[in-house]
């Protein structure tokens, strides 16, 4: 993967299916495009910073996926593809993550059954970024609403 300066362990979809049947984890995946000038900025600000990276590593199998990516990803069952669309087009598996609102980037969260919890489209610094990370990656949203842990989230920054 071309993101080894990242301190991001990232990981293909595939991979994150496979890791998860020995260990459940939440799942991060960062949908992306290779013409995403926003990407590029959350890439290098927010996906490097070492809080960021720290928290994704240790909560969550990160996964990059590219919207436009060519190959077929088999998933539950289904075979997902490339759809094409006059000089472009998209990947079946991205428009279902993203609810067929394919903007970039979003990040997407899943639980460890790859159940939707949240589609955050837009770019995000990383203090907010860390903020929303840590409420799903350590369970937070199970137990309490939002408004209520913002008032006890301690910055790391």
Not at 20 to 25: I, L
Not at 89 to 108: F, M, R
Request: charged share 30%; hydrophobic share 35%.
């Amino acid at each position: 993967m071309e993101y080894a300066e990242s301190p991001v362990q990232w990981i293909s979809f595939e991979e994150a299916v496979k890791k998860s049947k020995t260990e459940k984890r939440k799942i991060f995946i960062d949908v992306y495009t290779d013409w995403c000038g926003w990407c590029k900025v959350m890439d290098k600000n927010t996906f490097s910073d070492p809080r960021v990276a720290k928290l994704l590593n240790e909560k969550f199998y990160a996964v990059k996926f590219n919207a436009e990516q060519r190959a077929d990803v088999l998933f539950n069952g289904n075979t997902f593809k490339f759809v094409g669309e006059g000089r472009g087009g998209y990947h079946q598996l991205a428009a279902s993550l993203l609810n067929n609102k394919l903007s970039y980037p979003t990040v997407v969260f899943l639980d460890e059954d790859f159940g939707m919890l949240l589609p955050l489209p837009g770019y995000r610094e990383a203090p907010e970024f860390h903020k929303i990370a840590q409420f799903i990656g350590e369970d937070h949203y199970k137990t309490g609403k939002w408004e209520e842990w913002e008032t006890r989230y301690k910055s790391p920054y």
